[in-house]
């Protein structure tokens, strides 16, 4: 039986890939386990589909000063122990790595046990996990062809981002009924990413009234972010997480507003839906979802707006004027030939698994 360790977390868009990417292993005889934290998102998700998980201590990159940044070295070093004694016990043919700090000790203690290495990058340019990972690395594969310049020409492979199938598999039927919704007015959808944004919310709340007059709403606030005010008025549907039910949702909304995390954005092309992009701002990131959004942006997929910019009334304004373009989006996204990048990516871990035999 042929064995992979599957590693990445932190957020949502570190774990659904390589969700996309089991299909494809189970389909193949491939015995899959996963390496995560003890208490991030992708415990439960990865458990959801009944994989095998081990979760290890990991550190976190943050971007304001804290007592715990003094600790998380610490947490790394303990992290790689535990890696290196569950690479021994499993004793993978290969890892793939989608990102995600915990990711760190797992790449590490692979090369430890000389265990190749796959990564695959999301962002248009590598993450602080990937910079210090890739020289363990046989291969990184990554979603933007831009990528390639940031990566050792002799690693780099240009694979596009691997899409969960379901996803493109809803019933826009299922949708509106999901939500209560009909076929009267357009339907716009807010996500704020896996773990919700606060600054996304405020500002469609406080244009809600105006909005449902000609749009029915579908707002993914994030875990706790439920405002039960806004409950009774009719159009507007709040769900702090949406899982089973969400290619259903993608299926009936006709336009997006979203956070620009690339997973995400890939969704939307692959569904050829119109979007409005409001990145992460730099204050509170590196950066990343602002050089996916202008990617995109350029490419004539999305529009912009950048947070140090946003307020209620642009975001009301933008809104219809996306709606109103919506096709010029449609036209362009459908031109775009997409890879099957899931596919492409499993061929790489086939032949870098035969590479080792």
């Known amino acids: 039986m042929k064995k992979i360790i599957l590693t990445g977390g932190g957020s949502a868009g570190h774990v659904t890939p390589n969700i996309a990417l089991s299909k494809i292993l189970l389909a193949n005889d491939w015995n899959i386990e996963y390496i995560g934290s ?44 535990e890696a290196i004694n569950l690479i021994k016990k499993i004793k993978p043919d290969i890892v793939f790595s989608k990102g995600g700090f915990v990711t760190v000790p797992v790449i590490i203690a692979a090369a430890f046990n000389k265990v190749p290495v796959v990564i695959h990058e999301s962002d248009y340019t590598p993450g602080l996990a990937n910079k210090i990972s890739i020289p363990f690395a046989k291969k990184v594969c990554v979603s933007f062809p831009e990528t390639l310049t940031h990566i050792p020409k002799d690693k780099a492979v240009y694979t596009g981002a691997p899409i969960r199938k379901e996803i493109t598999e809803g019933n826009r039927e299922k949708g509106l009924k999901f939500c209560g919704f009909n076929n009267d007015k357009p339907i716009l959808l807010l996500i704020g990413g896996s773990l919700g944004s606060q600054i996304l919310n405020k500002n469609l709340r406080e244009i809600v009234t105006k909005l449902i007059k000609e749009f029915q709403i579908i707002h993914i606030c994030g875990k706790g972010l439920k405002d039960n005010n806004l409950d009774n008025i009719e159009g507007y549907k709040q769900f702090e997480y949406v899982n089973n039910e969400l290619s259903d949702i993608f299926a009936c909304a006709d336009i997006f507003v979203s956070r620009a995390g ?96």
């Open 38 to 81: 003890n208490d991030g998102i992708e415990k439960k998700l990865i458990e959801e589909v009944g994989i095998p998980y081990h979760g290890i201590s990991s550190g976190k990159l943050r971007r304001y000063f804290s007592l715990e940044n003094f600790k998380d070295p610490f947490k790394v070093i303990k992290g790689v122990g």
């Open 262 to 357: 690339s997973n995400t954005i890939f969704e939307f092309l692959a569904l050829k839906k119109p979007n409005l992009l409001i990145p992460l701002s730099k204050k509170a990131s590196r950066g990343d979802q602002i050089l996916n959004a202008r990617s995109f942006e350029k490419s004539g997929f999305s529009k912009i707006i950048y947070e140090e910019d946003l307020d209620s009334e642009l975001l009301y304004n933008f809104i219809h004027s996306l709606y109103k373009e919506k096709q010029k989006y449609i036209d362009k996204m459908s031109s775009f030939l997409l890879r099957d990048s899931a596919m492409e990516i499993y061929n790489i871990i086939e032949t870098n698994r035969l590479k080792n035999e």
